[in-house]
């Protein structure tokens, strides 16, 4: 069990060895949400959503009905459930799947992630790719990594553009949705 404290929000989170960062808070993670205001007309997926810290951090924030959680790992699906019922969050759509498969919704106005960065690059390929059709026109992408290049290039190809904070060793990027087509003129 790890207690948090973000944005003056006390978490109570379980944890599991097999799971990404279980004996504390990820500090990229936590690096990323000082950088993500949330509103209540706010639709939020946690991509990728580990044991939940990031979906039940907006969930507090935000009415739970406007956020998702979603993860390959049937572990961390059932962890991230023990976590919303921990901290007495109902409401959440929380599904088990490969990126977006249980995912039905294409008006999202946040999703924020902290995709695996030390394997290649295929699962945040599809994340920034797949994340871009998911996104509503105005919404936004946020993701932590400890890697640059691969990144910003991506990002820009796709959204068109970029904000990029470095802190604590992670590189916060946040790209945000213009148009309904990629900028690289792939299309939607």
């Given at each position: 069990?790890?207690e ?46 580990g ?44 599904t088990?799947g490969?990126?977006f ?11 924020l ?9 295929s ?10 059709n ?12 400890k ?7 991506k990002?820009?190809s ?10 604590n ?20």
């Open positions: 069990m790890i948090v404290n973000v944005k003056g929000i006390a978490l109570q989170l379980e944890t599991d060895l097999s799971l990404f960062s279980p004996k504390a808070a990820d500090r990229g993670t936590l690096t990323m949400l000082e950088h993500v205001d949330f509103s209540n007309e706010d639709c939020v997926l946690d991509l990728g959503c044991y939940g810290l990031v979906g039940i951090l907006a969930a507090k924030i935000i009415p739970s009905d406007h956020v998702y959680m979603t993860d390959i790992d049937p572990c961390a699906v059932q962890i991230a459930s023990d976590n919303l019922k921990r901290n007495a969050i109902e409401g959440v759509t929380l088990q490969d990126a498969s249980g995912v039905n919704r294409s008006d999202f106005t946040l999703i992630s902290n995709p695996p960065y030390h394997t290649d690059f699962v945040a390929r599809t994340f920034i790719e797949k994340g871009f998911r996104l509503a026109v105005g919404g936004k992408m946020f993701m932590v990594t890697r640059k290049d691969w990144y910003k290039n990002l820009i796709i959204f068109g553009g970029v904000r990029i904070w470095e802190e060793g992670y590189f916060v990027f946040m790209a945000q949705k213009n148009s309904d087509r990629y900028a690289a003129g792939k299309g939607k």
